[in-house]
């Protein structure tokens, strides 16, 4: 794995597969901080792999999707603190100049152990699952369905958030209930189709389709409110579609024409059978996927 860059000020105190996190100079840890900075780093992964060459400047369109799709959903609470501070009148940016545009500051949370993933389009992993069972994650779908169909409504369907490393793993409702308690579980459920749907209107609109995406929530250290944390809708939490080729396509391929890593993924399945190191992805790959991200944050965020 890429390794964290070092930023004056602030200590470098984990890694996922994309991004890092940091505490402010003197601080232990996440346990022992206000505020905790963000950064989108150009990895992709895929298959729970870190993949390499990375994709020039994801982590900035990834960043900068977040804080527009955070400015959006203004009816719930996220996780972003100002990233500036006044000494009089004058602003004192806190992200370090080294990673602005690929950084958010942010105040810690009690994150729950659950991915609140929401389906609006039947594909992928729930693709498969449906085609033995006639449902995802417990809940019974109509039959008949073909990859790629619009579902009747949005379904939510969870997931344990595995250790770094593991697998994450679909968990039924009723898991989740056991994980964080009834009350809170029934509150991510409402909240992930809440956004959803507001996103998926909105993305509508600009002729793009929001065809899944997971959230991650957690609890708010100071009242206990549940907070919105994390990336949100990026190309890499989300599957986004084209509509006009969704509409008119008669294949799936053609239907699901993809602004997210799409294309590494299915780069991947046919060049590596999923054991050892995975290969280099090609120039052409990299290219390509950086030219889908760029796009869906033109699409989106244009007036």
């Known amino acids: ?10 200590s470098h105190v984990y890694s996922g597969k994309v991004r890092d996190l940091y505490v402010p100079a003197g601080r232990s840890g996440l346990d022992d901080t206000d505020a905790v900075l963000v950064v989108a780093s150009d990895r992709v ?24 799709w955070f400015d959006q959903l203004t009816e719930v609470p996220n996780h972003l603190i100002p990233d ?4 009089g009148e004058k602003a004192i940016e806190r992200i370090p100049a080294e990673v602005v545009g690929r950084a958010m500051l942010v105040k810690p949370l009690d994150m729950f152990p659950v ?30 369905l073909t990859d790629g169909d619009r579902l009747p409504e949005p379904i939510y369907t969870p997931a344990w958030k595995a250790p770094l490393g593991e697998h994450d793993e679909n968990i039924s409702f009723e898991r989740t209930v056991e994980l964080v308690g009834a009350e809170v579980a029934e509150e991510l459920r409402r909240l992930s189709l809440l956004i959803y749907t507001g996103a998926s209107e909105i993305a509508e609109k600009r002729g793009v389709i929001i065809a899944d995406t ?15 944390a994390d990336e949100v809708l990026t190309s890499d939490s989300s599957r986004y579609w084209d509509a006009v080729a969704y509409a008119s396509g008669t294949t799936p391929r053609e239907r699901m024409a993809s602004f997210d890593k799409q294309i590494v993924r299915d780069w991947l399945s046919a060049n590596w059978d999923k ?5 280099e992805l090609p120039a052409d790959i990299v290219e390509r996927t950086a030219a889908r991200y760029r796009e869906l944050l033109e699409r989106l965020t244009r007036a």
Not at 84 to 87: M, T
Not at 218 to 224: E, K
Not at 275 to 279: A, E, F, K, L
């Open 275 to 279: 054991t050892g190191t995975p290969p």
């Open 1 to 10: 794995m890429t390794s964290s860059a070092s930023l004056a000020d602030w």
């Open 84 to 87: 500036h501070v006044l000494d």
């Open 214 to 228: 997971k959230f991650e929530f957690g609890a708010d250290r100071d009242t206990g409110e549940i907070t919105l």
């Open 115 to 144: 991915e609140c993933v929401v389906r609006g389009y039947l594909t992928g992993s729930g693709w498969l699952e449906y085609q033995q069972t006639q449902s995802v994650c417990g809940v019974p779908l109509p039959s008949g």
């Open 45 to 68: 992964s895929a298959f729970d792999h870190v993949l390499e060459p990375g994709i020039p400047g994801k982590g900035e369109l990834l960043t900068t999707l977040s804080l527009w």
